[in-house]
């Protein structure tokens, strides 16, 4: 299987930290395909369909809450096995202890809130970046 494709997202706090160009750049260094992108800035309705996993849990709604304080970046990232390499490249959820050299692990930290603001959101298995890819990119 060669060629796949995710969903990435440059989440608000990425957004507003102007870490949107750093982030690109490792993307693109590591030479997956950008197919299309965009500034978006989602109802709850998208949210809710994008995060459904997740309804429920303590940090759902703080996570739909901060998902809508400002835009985000949508990017459509291709490559071969781009969705595990993407999910390598930002590191683990929790900023704290996400590897260094990784995206959240060298830009993101614990801020003491509801929500780990972890800067970025890779589609985590092929199944899951079709469905994410056709909410963000109807
Ligand atoms: P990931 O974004 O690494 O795929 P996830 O799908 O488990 O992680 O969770 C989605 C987002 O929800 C995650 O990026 C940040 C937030 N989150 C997850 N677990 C959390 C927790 N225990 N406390 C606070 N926020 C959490
Ligand atoms: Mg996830």
Do not use: C
């Amino acid at each position: 299987m060669a060629t796949e494709q995710t969903l990435v997202l440059v989440k608000p706090d990425g957004v507003a930290r102007g870490l949107t160009g750093a982030i690109l750049a490792r993307i693109e260094a590591k030479g997956y395909a950008l197919v299309d992108l965009r500034l978006v800035e989602p109802d709850r309705a998208r949210l809710e369909q994008h995060y459904a996993e997740h309804a429920g849990k303590p940090f759902y709604e703080p996570l739909l809450d901060f998902m809508m304080s400002g835009p985000s970046v949508a990017i459509r990232l291709a490559g071969n096995r781009v969705i595990e390499g993407f999910r390598s490249l930002a590191g683990t959820t929790d900023p704290t202890t996400a590897a260094p050299g990784t995206i959240r692990g060298d830009f993101g930290r614990d801020w003491g809130l509801a929500v780990q603001q972890n800067l970025v959101h890779g589609s985590d298995s092929p199944e899951s970046a079709a469905r994410e890819l056709s909410i963000w990119f109807a």
